[in-house]
């Protein structure tokens, strides 16, 4: 009896929690706390935390989804998606181990796996606006001559469309004080690599002149695009998401009494149009913006942290404010805050290039394949793991987002170790039944203190001398000669 109390005041204790978090890990003596995203992420990293989350998000390797920690090697595994702030929709990119960095408790980790899962197969629409303001075609050409050199490269033509894919288009367009095709004509879906090199080759070097009205370019492209016959059937056909590519040399530059001020009532009109466009989902809330400066930074500050700020003088142009744009601001640099203000809505990322081979190298990276969810594993001394820790993902060179959660350990029960397969490189989780091994030695000496405590007791009577016959009852004669007296 005693047996069975002893270990339902432990079971009582183990269940006594009533709120969901910290969730257990299952097969482990660890437990797990929500993930808690830093203010101001443009993409929020989602940590899966429990095996109802991963069921939520529609993941079938629940095994490889939940998390696992293991204190014997000192690794943990981790279960992520990438997913919009705003809006909470799943957002998939390219990830590999270069494009995060992760730290236990502040300690930075150097050895990390990042593996990709379930790739994404739906279509891809990529619409490239390209600045075609007079600015681009100066100096022989030099600044369009770069472009042109960064967008025939086998690699791009391959990223953009991909062989025995089917699901891929680009759309090419130029902008200076509107939008049209390439060509000249109305914007259309490219589906071959050939007429994609075709149009290129005999149109981009082309001049057109005009100002550039960078802002008006991507609300045309987030908004009136999709709405043209041929591209909104083809998005339909193929499930495609428009990723939106905006390249310029330059300043949003619609009149020449222009300066850097006169954009940030502009440039607050375009980011609630974005945001908008998200908060009501449709088109606007599946296309991704990468920007592209194609120059020097006007300025070294950067957009001010936060994410959906309001535009300001000061954050937006610095001590530039009252500068003029038109031949002046535009011959020292390019408006690079405005461009991360606009990818940073958009849900992409800014970059800043001044060759053909960065360049290049930009067009590749946002025609990457793409992944539904990651799994992360590291490895450290599992000294780290003898108390709580905080894990902490920040995305690198991708967009500002960052994540962490924090694991409780339990001070004094191990569960068993994992398994590790031959050639693998990490262990894997047991099954339940054998993760409940750990009870046993306890439940043990639960047991084994029922007997010492009787057993010590009778020990010391017997030393002491403490054990004792009972005494005869009184006799009646003895008990009359007691009353006599």
Known sequence: MKHWLAFGALALLWGCQTSEFPAPILGTTYRIDRDIASEGSELRVDFFTTENECASAGIDDLAGCIPYANRSTGELRLGFDLRDPVTNTSLHRSLDSDSIAVSHDGHPIEDIELIPHDPVNSGQLFVLLIDGSGSMYENDGERVNKVY???????????????????????????????????????????????????????????????????????????????????????????????????????????????????????????????????????????????????????????????NQTVTPAGLCGKYADQRIDGHLEDYGIDHISLSWIAEAGGGVSFVKRDSKGLAETFGQTSKKRYRWYELYYRLDSFYHRQSFDIKLRLVNVARGETSVRIYPSPWLDAPGGIRARGERWVTATSFLRSLAFLMPLLGFLVLLTYLGPAFFNARRAVFRRARTRSRPATSESAEDHNAV
């Open 149 to 307: 050199s960064a967008l025939l490269p086998t690699s791009v033509n391959e990223g953009f469309l991909p062989e025995d894919n089917g699901k891929t288009g680009v759309v090419l367009l130029r902008f200076s004080n509107g939008v049209i095709g390439l060509d000249g004509l109305e914007p259309r879906v490219i589906k071959t690599k050939a007429e994609y090199r075709k149009v290129i080759k005999e149109h981009l070097l082309t001049p057109r002149g005009g100002f550039t009205h960078l802002y008006d370019a991507v609300g045309y492209a987030l908004t009136e695009l999709p709405q043209i016959t041929a591209i909104d059937r083809f998005m339909a056909v193929k499930t495609a998401d428009p990723t939106v590519i905006v390249l310029t040399d330059g300043f949003n530059n619609q009149e020449a009494s222009d300066t850097c001020g006169t954009n940030v009532s502009r440039l607050n009109d375009l980011l609630t149009l974005m945001h908008e466009g998200r908060r009501a989902g449709g088109v606007g809330s599946r296309s991704t913006v990468y920007t592209v400066g194609f120059g020097k930074r006007l300025f070294k500050g950067e957009k001010p942290e936060g994410f």
